[in-house]
T-cell receptor, first 113, second 114 residues
């Protein structure tokens, strides 16, 4: 199993540009989520999905869109990048249920100029 | 809303000694789970240990153990015989059934001195 994969590893954007961060998992996990990590802020939830066709907002959803057309993929779209979206983005997945281990991707570092 | 607080932004420990990282949380739920994650410089998030709230016994994984005080809503991580490879950011996290998402604290950066 590849686990949770993310592409790209690093990206530079100009203000106003749009882009999609890719996330895929091959563990047949129902639950997938996106976090952003900023210095001194921990990991904050952006969006999450409990299954194909079902998505919901987390703590910091503004400026981001998601969709879940398949169990495996959960892309995160930045509609119009802003410098405040400079961050490290993590995708995660797990089976439903609290005791299940949440697996994280390697992260995408995004710099918005 | 549930919150997770890590009051120590940075900690330091001598190699082979013991260190304890603190975590408190706020919740009105009775059934929940608590986790400690390690993030080394590679940025990969690694699960260190997990505790179910309904279990009174403290979880242990090799050199890592927790002190879970449910009434005080405290969940500290003890690292024994610290090694250089333990140097990392450590995040405390909470999962409660009613909202279904992991909530993270802001992290503690642990340095290990040789």
């Amino acid at each position: 199993n590849a686990g949770v994969t993310q592409t790209p590893k690093f990206q530079v954007l100009k203000t106003g540009q749009s882009m999609t961060l890719q996330c895929a998992q091959d563990m047949n996990h129902e639950y997938m989520s996106w976090y952003r990590q900023d210095p001194g802020m921990g990991l904050r939830l952006i969006h999450y999905s409990v299954g194909a066709g079902i998505t919901d907002q987390g703590e910091v959803p503004n400026g981001y869109n998601v969709s879940r057309s398949t169990t495996e993929d959960f892309p995160l779209r930045l509609l119009s990048a802003a410098p405040s979206q400079t961050s490290v983005y993590f995708c995660a997945s797990r089976l439903t249920g609290g005791r299940e281990t949440q697996y994280f991707g390697p992260g995408t570092r995004l710099l918005v100029l | 809303a549930q919150t997770v607080t890590q009051s120590q932004p940075e900690m330091s420990v001598q190699e082979a000694e013991t260190v304890t990282l603190s975590c408190t949380y706020d919740t009105s739920e009775s059934d929940y789970y608590l986790f400690w994650y390690k993030q080394p410089p590679s940025r990969q998030m690694i699960l260190v240990i997990r505790q179910e709230a309904y279990k009174q016994q403290n979880a242990t994984e090799n050199r890592f153990s927790v002190n879970f005080q449910k009434a005080a809503k405290s969940f500290s991580l003890k690292i024994s015989d610290s090694q250089l490879g333990d140097a990392a950011m450590y995040f405390c996290a909470y999962w409660g059934g009613s909202q279904g998402n992991l909530i993270f604290g802001k992290g503690t950066k642990l340095s290990v001195k040789p």
